[in-house]
């Protein structure tokens, strides 16, 4: 099940998502039971491709004992096991839910409307991709870090290149993310906060980092008040535009009237939520939309206020991609500058959360309902939009492609580049062979997970990683 290197004193509560999966479906495994329906939702999170084929012979022994199984996976090797295959799309949010594709792996290759079957066909041309991230070259600039030994890493050192984007990778349990995370990140976070402060651990050129940040899959707020525009800010300029239209400056309406986090022009009985929760006793509480706005979050009067025939509550309502085109539409009626301007910022807001693989979220939608993958980007997209104020920073990164199809591999990996543009420095933990190949330097551990893990495999550029001999590059070289 790939989970060698777990101890037998770990919590459930500190495996990943994958994990956990793993260790239910151990346990499935154990058992006798048949006619049963297992589904499970991406349960390679953080498995190394290595030990995804341990996976699917266990899927399959399940299928045997006559068990029914339904995977979602992104994991070209997990699809190419499957003896039924559901293609949904053809895109995301309102551009989505459509059956695309329903059938046998050998009429999924021969169907033109599905990605996934292009996919498929055609995983990877080349092992380093023509939009590889080169044109800077190496600058010989290094963040080193000396004697990790925390968990099972074997006092090891690394170099991370300053202004370049570092893969770690390594199989399950490895020491990737106590590498990374519990090492790195937290000395360097010290190092931050007390500058003054001696560090034995950092070494090279580390000052020349003025800021160090965790992009992680933790969620966003458990407010259900922050969504993808507020989070954002777009909302702002969004607010600002429904108050310059005539019938609001008519009414005295100002911005904060088309804010449903204060008193004004909210719907007062929801509070501006659009539902109310009726708590229940040895239950899970039950949310009922709002008998007053019946869910429009806004009081009447409010929605009588339109900007291109669409309300406050049509706004929220839309698909972030739907929104851009709207909004796109709008700018030619634009009667000043001051609205042509509202325009263009709210349209350049929602082209971040488009490039970073989330324009099919509402526009509404609460941020605690997002995946751990959504929250991951949403937070990337925050940072792009802040990347150009902010001092040079190092970005640390674990699994982002997460919950990703591969046709957004790319657009997340554009994004990433703009981060480098702007003089920042990335380093991403990562089993996705799309994103390793695009990395510009490679840290692995191995050779194994638990004890026999936590030693520095290869370190070097991507060039030098494709020539050596490791489990990773076993991998990528046959996947090639
Ligand atoms: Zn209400």
């Known amino acids: 099940m790939g989970l060698p290197y777990v101890t037998l004193n770990r919590g459930m509560n500190t495996l990943s998502g994958g994990e956990i999966q793993r260790v239910y479906l151990s346990r499935a495994l154990g058992s006798t039971m048949t006619d049963t329906l297992y589904v499970l939702d991406e349960p390679t999170v953080g498995l190394h491709p290595r030990d995804t084929h341990k996976l699917i012979e266990i899927l399959k022994k399940l299928r045997d004992e006559g068990n029914t199984i339904i995977v979602v996976e992104h994991d070209g090797d997990i699809i190419r096991a499957c003896d039924w295959i559901v293609d949904l799309g053809p895109k995301a949010g309102s551009e989505g839910g459509e059956i695309v594709f329903s059938g046998t792996l050998e009429q999924l290759y021969n169907n033109s409307n599905s990605f996934t079957a292009k996919y498929l066909n055609n995983p990877l041309q080349e092992i380093i991709p023509k939009n590889k991230f080169s044109f800077l070259g190496p600058n010989n600039r290094f963040i080193e870090f000396i004697g990790a030994n925390k968990n099972n890493l074997k006092d090891i050192s690394i170099k991370i290149p300053i202004n370049e984007i570092t893969a770690v990778v390594g199989v399950s349990g490895s020491g990737k993310s106590t590498l990374i995370v519990d090492e790195l990140y937290e000395e360097f976070n010290n190092f931050l906060k007390h500058p003054d402060k001696e560090t034995t651990k950092l070494s090279g050129e580390f ?13 966003i707020s458990r407010s259900t008040r922050s969504n993808p525009i507020t989070y954002l800010k777009i909302f702002d300029y969004i607010r600002e535009l429904y ?21 004004g022009g909210r719907c007062e009985t929801c509070k501006g939520d659009g539902y109310i929760i009726i708590e229940m006793q040895f239950m899970a509480d039950v949310k009922i939309p709002c008998e007053d706005c019946h869910g429009k979050r806004f009081k ?25 085109n709207f909004f796109k539409n709008q700018y030619s009626f634009a009667k000043n500058k001051k609205i042509e301007s509202l325009i263009n910022q709210t349209m350049n807001g929602l082209e971040l959360l488009r490039k970073v693989g989330l324009g099919y979220l509402k526009m509404g939608q609460s941020t605690d309902t997002l995946s751990g993958g959504e929250a991951q980007r949403l937070k990337l997209a925050s940072y792009i939009g802040a990347g150009n ?26 994004s990433l580049k703009e981060l480098i543009l702007k003089g920042h420095t990335i380093c991403y933990i990562e089993h996705n062979i799309e994103l390793i190949k695009r990395a510009d330097w490679i840290i692995e551990l191995g050779p194994e997970g638990g004890d026999q893990g936590g030693y520095l495999i290869f370190q070097g550029n991507i060039e030098n990683f494709l020539k050596s001999d490791t489990i990773t590059t076993k991998y990528l070289n046959k996947a090639n």
Do not use: C
């Not at 206020?305 to 706004?315: A, E, L, P, W």
């Open 243 to 263: 108050s310059l239209m005539p019938l609001a400056i008519q009414r005295g309406y100002k911005p904060s009237t088309f804010s449903f986090n204060t008193e």
């Open 300 to 324: 009447d009067d409010v929605l009588e206020v339109t900007f291109g025939q669409k309300n406050i509550y049509d706004i929220l309502d839309m698909t972030i991609d739907d929104a851009y």
């Open 207 to 219: 000052r020349s980092i003025k800021n160090v940040v965790l992009i992680d899959q933790s969620p």
């Open 389 to 414: 104020k902010m001092d040079k920073t190092l970005f640390i990164f674990d699994e982002p492609t997460t919950g990703l199809h591969y046709y957004d591999v790319d657009m997340l990996f554009n």
